[in-house]
T-cell receptor
Framework: DAGITQSPRHKVTETGTPVTLRCHQT?????MYWYRQDPGHGLRLIHY???????DKGEVSDGYSVSRSKTEDFLLTLESATSSQTSVYFC????????????FGAGTRLSVL | SQQGEEDPQALSIQEGENATMNCSYK?????LQWYRQNSGRGLVHLIL?????REKHSGRLRVTLDTSKKSSSLLITASRAADTASYFC?????????????FGGGTRLMVKP
Protein backbone atom coordinates (compact mmCIF):
# COMPACT_ATOMS: atom_id res chain seq x y z
CA ASP A 1 0.00 0.00 0.00
CA ALA A 2 2.70 2.40 -1.21
CA GLY A 3 4.04 3.83 2.05
CA ILE A 4 0.65 4.79 3.45
CA THR A 5 -0.47 3.67 6.88
CA GLN A 6 -3.96 4.15 8.20
CA SER A 7 -4.76 3.74 11.87
CA PRO A 8 -6.72 2.25 13.39
CA ARG A 9 -7.71 -0.40 10.85
CA HIS A 10 -10.93 -1.16 12.68
CA LYS A 11 -12.91 0.84 15.19
CA VAL A 12 -16.24 0.46 16.91
CA THR A 13 -17.59 3.49 18.72
CA GLU A 14 -20.82 4.87 20.09
CA THR A 15 -23.00 7.63 18.72
CA GLY A 16 -21.94 11.04 19.96
CA THR A 17 -18.31 10.21 20.68
CA PRO A 18 -15.42 11.93 18.88
CA VAL A 19 -13.28 9.80 16.60
CA THR A 20 -9.96 10.56 14.92
CA LEU A 21 -8.52 8.55 12.06
CA ARG A 22 -4.91 8.94 11.08
CA CYS A 23 -3.18 8.69 7.74
CA HIS A 24 0.61 8.60 7.66
CA GLN A 25 2.71 8.61 4.49
CA THR A 26 6.41 8.11 3.91
CA UNK A 27 6.37 9.24 0.24
CA UNK A 28 6.58 13.01 0.86
CA UNK A 29 3.62 13.54 -1.49
CA UNK A 30 2.02 16.96 -1.44
CA UNK A 31 -1.63 15.99 -1.80
CA MET A 32 -3.61 13.87 0.63
CA TYR A 33 -7.25 12.84 0.50
CA TRP A 34 -9.88 11.25 2.70
CA TYR A 35 -12.66 9.22 1.07
CA ARG A 36 -15.50 7.15 2.38
CA GLN A 37 -16.76 4.06 0.61
CA ASP A 38 -20.33 2.85 1.00
CA PRO A 39 -22.32 0.25 -0.94
CA GLY A 40 -24.07 1.87 -3.89
CA HIS A 41 -22.07 5.11 -3.63
CA GLY A 42 -18.57 4.18 -4.69
CA LEU A 43 -15.85 6.42 -3.29
CA ARG A 44 -16.81 9.91 -2.17
CA LEU A 45 -14.31 12.62 -1.27
CA ILE A 46 -14.63 14.03 2.25
CA HIS A 47 -11.71 16.46 2.52
CA TYR A 48 -8.35 16.92 0.89
CA UNK A 49 -5.10 18.72 1.56
CA UNK A 50 -2.77 20.42 -0.91
CA UNK A 51 -0.04 21.19 1.61
CA UNK A 52 0.72 21.62 5.29
CA UNK A 53 -2.19 23.48 6.88
CA UNK A 54 -3.90 23.79 3.49
CA UNK A 55 -7.14 21.83 3.33
CA ASP A 56 -10.47 22.05 1.57
CA LYS A 57 -13.85 20.37 1.54
CA GLY A 58 -14.92 17.58 -0.73
CA GLU A 59 -18.31 16.26 -1.73
CA VAL A 60 -19.41 14.93 1.68
CA SER A 61 -17.65 17.08 4.29
CA ASP A 62 -20.51 17.73 6.74
CA GLY A 63 -19.72 16.27 10.16
CA TYR A 64 -16.01 15.88 9.41
CA SER A 65 -12.95 18.03 10.00
CA VAL A 66 -9.32 17.51 9.04
CA SER A 67 -5.90 18.75 10.02
CA ARG A 68 -2.48 18.53 8.48
CA SER A 69 0.32 19.90 10.65
CA LYS A 70 3.07 17.88 8.94
CA THR A 71 3.56 16.70 5.38
CA GLU A 72 3.33 13.08 6.42
CA ASP A 73 0.18 13.15 8.57
CA PHE A 74 -3.43 13.87 7.66
CA LEU A 75 -6.03 13.45 10.39
CA LEU A 76 -9.77 13.00 9.91
CA THR A 77 -11.99 13.81 12.88
CA LEU A 78 -15.61 13.01 13.43
CA GLU A 79 -16.54 15.52 16.10
CA SER A 80 -19.65 13.62 17.23
CA ALA A 81 -20.03 10.33 15.43
CA THR A 82 -23.40 9.32 14.00
CA SER A 83 -24.61 5.99 12.66
CA SER A 84 -24.63 7.45 9.13
CA GLN A 85 -20.86 7.74 9.40
CA THR A 86 -20.47 3.99 9.63
CA SER A 87 -18.33 3.32 6.59
CA VAL A 88 -14.93 2.31 5.29
CA TYR A 89 -12.56 5.27 5.16
CA PHE A 90 -9.65 5.46 2.75
CA CYS A 91 -6.73 7.82 2.69
CA UNK A 92 -4.96 8.52 -0.60
CA UNK A 93 -1.90 10.48 -1.64
CA UNK A 94 -0.79 12.07 -4.88
CA UNK A 95 2.05 14.16 -6.16
CA UNK A 96 -0.28 15.54 -8.79
CA UNK A 97 2.13 16.14 -11.64
CA UNK A 98 0.56 15.82 -15.02
CA UNK A 99 -1.37 12.68 -14.29
CA UNK A 100 -2.74 12.88 -10.73
CA UNK A 101 -2.42 9.18 -9.98
CA UNK A 102 -3.56 8.43 -6.45
CA UNK A 103 -2.18 5.79 -4.09
CA PHE A 104 -4.43 4.37 -1.42
CA GLY A 105 -4.06 3.10 2.10
CA ALA A 106 -5.62 -0.16 3.27
CA GLY A 107 -8.66 1.54 4.81
CA THR A 108 -10.27 1.93 8.23
CA ARG A 109 -13.54 0.18 8.92
CA LEU A 110 -15.57 2.32 11.32
CA SER A 111 -18.78 1.20 12.97
CA VAL A 112 -20.86 3.73 14.91
CA LEU A 113 -23.41 2.03 17.16
CA SER B 1 -22.80 13.17 -7.70
CA GLN B 2 -20.65 10.68 -9.55
CA GLN B 3 -18.78 11.74 -12.65
CA GLY B 4 -18.13 8.20 -13.76
CA GLU B 5 -20.72 5.47 -13.93
CA GLU B 6 -19.65 1.91 -14.54
CA ASP B 7 -21.60 -0.70 -16.41
CA PRO B 8 -22.32 -3.47 -15.62
CA GLN B 9 -22.44 -3.26 -11.83
CA ALA B 10 -21.52 -6.93 -11.61
CA LEU B 11 -19.99 -9.41 -14.06
CA SER B 12 -19.36 -13.14 -13.70
CA ILE B 13 -17.24 -15.02 -16.23
CA GLN B 14 -15.20 -18.20 -16.57
CA GLU B 15 -11.44 -18.21 -16.37
CA GLY B 16 -9.93 -17.64 -19.80
CA GLU B 17 -12.79 -15.46 -21.03
CA ASN B 18 -12.49 -11.74 -21.68
CA ALA B 19 -14.12 -9.20 -19.37
CA THR B 20 -15.34 -5.83 -20.59
CA MET B 21 -16.56 -3.06 -18.37
CA ASN B 22 -17.67 0.41 -19.36
CA CYS B 23 -17.56 3.86 -17.82
CA SER B 24 -19.50 6.98 -18.76
CA TYR B 25 -18.79 10.48 -17.53
CA LYS B 26 -20.33 13.92 -17.82
CA UNK B 27 -17.77 16.71 -18.13
CA UNK B 28 -14.56 17.36 -20.04
CA UNK B 29 -11.57 15.50 -18.68
CA UNK B 30 -7.78 15.69 -18.54
CA UNK B 31 -7.51 11.95 -18.22
CA LEU B 32 -9.44 8.87 -17.17
CA GLN B 33 -8.01 6.21 -14.89
CA TRP B 34 -8.96 2.67 -13.92
CA TYR B 35 -8.35 1.25 -10.48
CA ARG B 36 -8.78 -2.23 -9.00
CA GLN B 37 -9.88 -3.05 -5.48
CA ASN B 38 -9.46 -6.48 -4.01
CA SER B 39 -11.82 -7.39 -1.19
CA GLY B 40 -10.89 -5.62 2.03
CA ARG B 41 -8.05 -3.65 0.45
CA GLY B 42 -7.39 -0.18 -0.89
CA LEU B 43 -7.62 0.81 -4.55
CA VAL B 44 -4.68 0.18 -6.84
CA HIS B 45 -4.02 2.19 -9.99
CA LEU B 46 -4.10 0.09 -13.17
CA ILE B 47 -3.92 2.34 -16.20
CA LEU B 48 -4.40 5.93 -17.31
CA UNK B 49 -5.55 7.26 -20.65
CA UNK B 50 -5.23 10.93 -21.57
CA UNK B 51 -7.98 12.88 -23.27
CA UNK B 52 -6.03 13.00 -26.55
CA UNK B 53 -5.53 9.23 -26.63
CA ARG B 54 -8.00 6.71 -28.01
CA GLU B 55 -6.54 3.41 -26.90
CA LYS B 56 -3.92 2.17 -24.49
CA HIS B 57 -2.56 -1.26 -23.58
CA SER B 58 -0.84 -2.61 -20.51
CA GLY B 59 -0.26 -6.36 -20.38
CA ARG B 60 -3.71 -8.01 -20.53
CA LEU B 61 -5.47 -4.66 -20.13
CA ARG B 62 -6.84 -2.60 -22.98
CA VAL B 63 -8.50 0.75 -22.39
CA THR B 64 -10.37 2.80 -24.95
CA LEU B 65 -11.62 6.35 -24.67
CA ASP B 66 -14.28 8.05 -26.76
CA THR B 67 -14.43 11.70 -25.73
CA SER B 68 -17.29 12.43 -28.16
CA LYS B 69 -19.45 9.90 -26.29
CA LYS B 70 -17.83 10.63 -22.92
CA SER B 71 -17.19 6.95 -22.38
CA SER B 72 -14.37 4.50 -21.75
CA SER B 73 -14.06 0.76 -21.66
CA LEU B 74 -11.67 -1.57 -19.88
CA LEU B 75 -11.02 -4.97 -21.42
CA ILE B 76 -9.24 -7.70 -19.48
CA THR B 77 -8.20 -10.50 -21.79
CA ALA B 78 -7.72 -14.15 -20.84
CA SER B 79 -9.05 -13.55 -17.34
CA ARG B 80 -7.73 -15.37 -14.31
CA ALA B 81 -9.28 -16.14 -10.93
CA ALA B 82 -6.87 -13.57 -9.47
CA ASP B 83 -8.62 -10.86 -11.52
CA THR B 84 -11.64 -11.20 -9.24
CA ALA B 85 -12.04 -7.70 -7.78
CA SER B 86 -13.99 -4.47 -8.13
CA TYR B 87 -12.93 -2.10 -10.88
CA PHE B 88 -13.45 1.65 -10.74
CA CYS B 89 -13.04 4.38 -13.29
CA UNK B 90 -11.96 7.82 -12.12
CA UNK B 91 -11.89 11.09 -14.01
CA UNK B 92 -9.48 13.99 -13.65
CA UNK B 93 -11.34 17.04 -14.94
CA UNK B 94 -10.48 20.47 -16.18
CA UNK B 95 -11.11 23.41 -13.81
CA UNK B 96 -10.09 21.07 -11.05
CA UNK B 97 -8.32 23.39 -8.66
CA UNK B 98 -8.48 20.78 -5.96
CA UNK B 99 -6.68 18.15 -8.06
CA UNK B 100 -9.48 15.77 -7.32
CA UNK B 101 -10.47 12.53 -8.97
CA UNK B 102 -14.12 11.60 -9.23
CA PHE B 103 -14.82 7.90 -8.92
CA GLY B 104 -17.64 5.84 -10.32
CA GLY B 105 -19.58 3.20 -8.42
CA GLY B 106 -17.50 0.29 -9.71
CA THR B 107 -17.97 -3.04 -11.46
CA ARG B 108 -17.65 -6.21 -9.39
CA LEU B 109 -15.92 -8.87 -11.45
CA MET B 110 -15.96 -12.52 -10.49
CA VAL B 111 -13.78 -14.92 -12.46
CA LYS B 112 -14.68 -18.54 -11.84
CA PRO B 113 -11.90 -21.14 -12.05
Amino acid sequence: DAGITQSPRHKVTETGTPVTLRCHQTENHRYMYWYRQDPGHGLRLIHYSYGVKDTDKGEVSDGYSVSRSKTEDFLLTLESATSSQTSVYFCAISNRGRENIQYFGAGTRLSVL
Amino acid sequence: SQQGEEDPQALSIQEGENATMNCSYKTSINNLQWYRQNSGRGLVHLILIRSNEREKHSGRLRVTLDTSKKSSSLLITASRAADTASYFCATDSYNNAGNMLTFGGGTRLMVKP
